[in-house]
């Protein structure tokens, strides 16, 4: 994924949940910071916002949605944890290999059900330019209930 397309996640993440209602506002924002129209559609296709995920980048290499996490891993992680790696893996932040080592790490430095802060420690020390805020969908209060 290049930089200027992690520039516009990271501004798109930034933003309040409804200013996203607009998307041609934020488009024509963009735009005028600099962006390429199609840079802005990769980077809209990465948060899966109304589009199917079909490039990206050298080094992904699994599809949107595709990776679920068995029994021992949704035992060592909170549910908060599971929608982070889960989303960080789906948006293409970070690898399969990434996210299971991840996991393994933490099975071995916390005690169950890991944290969503403990995980975005670990997460943060395997890739160095994670956004600093939750993607969008991740970010949402943990009541406890799976979704």
Avoid: C
């Avoid at 990434?98 to 890739?127: K, M």
């Avoid at 956004?131 to 979704?147: C, L, S, T």
């Amino acid at each position: 994924m290049s930089e200027r397309i992690k520039e516009i996640i990271e501004y798109i993440m930034d933003l309040e949940p409804g200013d996203l209602k607009d998307s041609s506002y934020v488009q024509d924002e963009l735009e005028d910071m600099g962006y390429t129209r199609f840079e802005i559609r990769q980077a809209f296709r990465m948060l899966d916002f109304g589009s199917d995920v079909t490039d990206r980048g050298p080094g992904r290499e699994s599809p949107a949605g595709s990776r679920v996490l068995n029994e021992f891993e949704k035992h060592m992680l909170s549910i908060p944890a599971q929608g982070y790696l889960l989303n960080l893996h789906r948006l293409g932040w970070i690898s399969e290999i990434q996210l299971s080592a991840i996991i393994d790490n933490a099975a071995y430095e916390f005690i169950p059900p890991v944290s969503l802060e403990e995980v975005r420690d670990l997460a943060s020390r395997f890739v160095s330019d994670l956004p600093e805020n939750n993607p969008p969908d991740i970010a949402r209060r943990d009541d406890g209930r799976v979704h």
